[in-house]
């Protein structure tokens, strides 16, 4: 017996398990933060940062380059894949300069909200708006973002086949 698990719902469990081991660190940080000391340091944080690497990774972390792949025509690819990288690095400098302000000015826990938001939103998107793409041609994924019926697209292709061949 072959388990398939498809694309879409990996991402939804990356989204939302990124989201909810996020929510759970701010929390333990809002209510344990200043009570931390070098001494007495918690396995609780260390332990949720193990799970959410783990979630990121069967989702976030991988699967947008495969859909990046699936979802465009091969004369864009290259030129989505720019970017994608572009946007990637700008997001990770500015998360690495803005963090330490975040951490002093509104406490450490501040981001984490703010991260596990970002994740609820993604979310929200995957469940919403992206298709189910394992297993379907461009063509197939084409329809499907616009919105075609593609059964419909081929009945029309066959009646101009046979129109042609009538005449």
Not at 27 to 54: E, W
Request: one cysteine or more; aromatic letters at 10%.
């Amino acid at each position: 017996m072959q388990h398939d698990i498809h694309r879409r719902t990996l991402l939804l469990l990356s989204t939302g398990g990124t989201c909810i081991t996020l929510t759970i660190l701010a929390i333990y940080l809002v209510l344990f933060g200043n009570l931390l000391q070098a001494s007495n340091v918690s396995i609780i944080p260390v332990i949720d940062l193990i799970i959410y690497q783990v979630v990121f990774e069967i989702g976030l972390g991988t699967l947008p380059n495969v859909l990046l792949c699936e979802l465009f025509p091969t004369e864009l690819k290259g030129f989505v894949g720019v970017i994608n990288v572009t946007f990637d690095g700008t997001i990770g400098l500015t998360v690495s300069v803005l963090y330490k302000v975040f951490v002093d000015n509104l406490g450490s826990y501040t981001i984490y909200f703010i991260f596990a938001t970002s994740c609820f939103l993604a979310f929200l998107m995957v469940f919403i708006w992206v298709p189910e793409t394992k297993g379907k041609t461009y063509n197939e994924i084409e329809a499907l973002l616009i919105g075609k019926n593609l059964n419909s697209l081929n009945e029309e292709v066959s009646t101009d086949e046979m129109d042609s061949r009538e005449i």
